[in-house]
T-cell receptor, first 117, second 115 residues
């Protein structure tokens, strides 16, 4: 059982470049999300999705795009990378019991460490 | 708006001694509360959760936490620390009545366990 798989694990970009962080889960979870983790700031929600075709912004969405064409995949796109986007990115999924509300356990990938020069 | 404060950024204990990681929360409604653990270079893993049932919650690896509404606290404890407990711990609050997905993470407490 793979759980939540993130690729790549490490990436170095130059300012202005674009890239996509991939996230896939094999647990048939409706809810998927992207967080960024910065020292001393915990995890902050970037975007989330409660099902295929539905996405919404989290706390820090600027500079990122997402789409959800299938239940399994939830890629995160950096449109024009900036040094402020240097961070560790985590994808997390969960069974969503009812619509937009979800207090279930989140299952996390192992993270993608991004450095923007 | 909900918020969570982890009162210590670093805690150091000796192996075999008790662990106390402190968490205070603020929520407009009845919250759900979680503790997650993150080992180095790994994703987060759920330790335990409180969702308005018993106020004393038992989790994995001998950890437990007590929900105290009057003190708005959800401190994590373990009677005897093990070297493998060295990790970063996050207290998380979820406000059920916001109508949208909202988990708020604390800033984390790094637990060191000395031999």
């Amino acid at each position: 059982n793979a759980g939540v798989t993130q690729t790549p694990k490490f990436q170095v970009l130059k300012t202005g470049q674009s890239m996509t962080l991939q996230c896939a889960q094999d647990m048939n979870h409706e809810y998927m999300s992207w967080y960024r983790q910065d020292p001393g700031m915990g995890l902050r929600l970037i975007h989330y999705s409660v099902g295929a075709g539905i996405t919404d912004q989290g706390e820090v969405p600027n500079g990122y795009n997402v789409s959800r064409s299938t239940t399994e995949d939830f890629p995160l796109r950096l449109l024009s990378a900036a040094p402020s986007q240097t961070s560790v990115y985590f994808c997390a999924s969960s069974y969503s019991g009812s619509g937009y509300s979800n207090t279930g356990e989140l299952f996390f990938g192992e993270g993608s460490r991004l450095t923007v020069l | 708006a909900q918020s969570v404060t982890q009162l210590d950024s670093h805690v150091s204990v000796s192996e075999g001694t008790p662990v106390l990681l402190r968490c205070n929360y603020s929520s407009s409604y009845s919250p759900s509360l979680f503790w997650y653990v993150q080992h180095p270079n790994k994703g987060l893993q759920l330790l335990l959760k409180y969702t308005s049932a018993a106020t004393l919650v038992k989790g994995i690896n001998g950890f437990e936490a007590e929900f105290k509404k009057s003190e708005t606290s959800f401190h994590l404890t373990k009677p005897s620390a093990h070297m493998s407990d060295a990790a970063e711990y996050f207290c998380v609050v979820s406000d059920e009545d916001t109508g949208r997905r909202a988990l708020t993470f604390g800033s984390g407490t790094r637990l060191q366990v000395q031999p």
